[in-house]
């Protein structure tokens, strides 16, 4: 089926199809319903994640509007600014990040990668989502740089583009397996990979209800984060020339789970990674994944799935975060 997608501009920067496993030995120590994960931490770019996805759409729009120069922003621990480095590295295009924070004695975990991929980086303090991009960008632009602004997580029209697709991927490989499953479970933060998916599955004829977790308390501008993702998701639809009216009751989201707040882990998270680790081998990370497959768990053992339900956990990466959380997660 064709949605117009395929003719968007876009580079190929990941492995894709990510691998599609079925997690039995932590569906079992659960004891509630059948387990697929989607592995979105092996999309290939830079020890992967969910960004890698938004970032083919969005270099290839860069690329094909001639710029020589991407800016971004996020923590100082972000996947999303790594992965974006690294895309940019690959492509030849210039990068610079707006980070939260000051440069820490020790650069480690996805700064180091930053370091490595030759982003420059800007420190901004208190504001770690990106609020200063407008104002590098005029520097750049000033120099005679032709700059595209990449927004806080990749997360606009175009990035989450990459979770309408993933949702084509998904349907395809389910359907190869004569698999269904019911609900997607997902952390979710800036909100691209939630409108996307949920775009997705209506223009892929895709029955499954997308849950996402809560990582982070901050909502901007004052609406709720679900009206938020209705506005990216009618902009998506938009953009596709699909008929579509987004309100933000179409979005199911848990905010139990935010602990002390983003990026501060607590048993939550450490249990959930250890459990993770120790029945399947698999790595997830302290800031999203770990507190979304927390989450999940708690679900799980609420027993909000019924038994014959099926229920895929998207695993969008993150993991080189771990090192910098070393002390934090340590197991003693
Ligand atoms: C950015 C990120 C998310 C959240 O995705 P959004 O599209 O920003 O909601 C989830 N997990 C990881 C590992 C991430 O880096």
Known sequence: MSIGIDEMPRIEIGFFPTPLVEVRRLAAVLGGPRLFMKRDDLTGLALGGNKTRKLEFLLGDALSRG?????????AQSNHCRQTAAAAAAVGLECHL???????????????????????VHWCGEQRKGERIPEIAAGLRAL????????Y?????????????????????LASRNEKIDTVIIPSSSGGTHAGLTVGIDA???????????????????????????????????????QANYDADR???????????????????????????????ILADPVYTGRALGGM???????????????LFWHTGGVPALFEYAGELHAG
């Open 67 to 75: 710029c020589d120069t991407v800016i971004t922003g996020g923590a």
């Open 98 to 120: 707006a980070l939260g924070g000051e440069e820490p004695p020790l650069v480690n975990g996805n700064l180091l990668l930053d370091r490595l991929f030759g982003a420059v």
């Open 144 to 151: 005679g740089r032709r700059v595209y602004i990449i927004p």
């Open 153 to 173: 997580g990749g997360s606009d029209a175009v990035g989450a583009m990459g979770f309408v697709a993933a949702v084509r991927e998904l349907k395809q490989q």
């Open 204 to 242: 892929f004829d895709f029955p499954a209800q997308v849950i996402g977790i809560g990582i982070d308390k901050g909502v901007s501008g004052g609406g709720s984060y679900e009206s938020e993702l209705a506005v990216l998701a009618n902009r998506i639809a938009g953009t596709l020339g699909l």
């Open 251 to 281: 979005f199911r989201m848990r905010y139990e789970y935010l602990g002390a707040g983003y990026g501060v882990v607590g048993d939550l998270e450490r249990e959930a990674i250890r459990l993770l680790a120790r029945c399947e081998g």
């Open 297 to 311: 768990i708690d679900m799980i053992r609420g027993k909000e799935f019924a038994p014959g339900d099926t229920v």
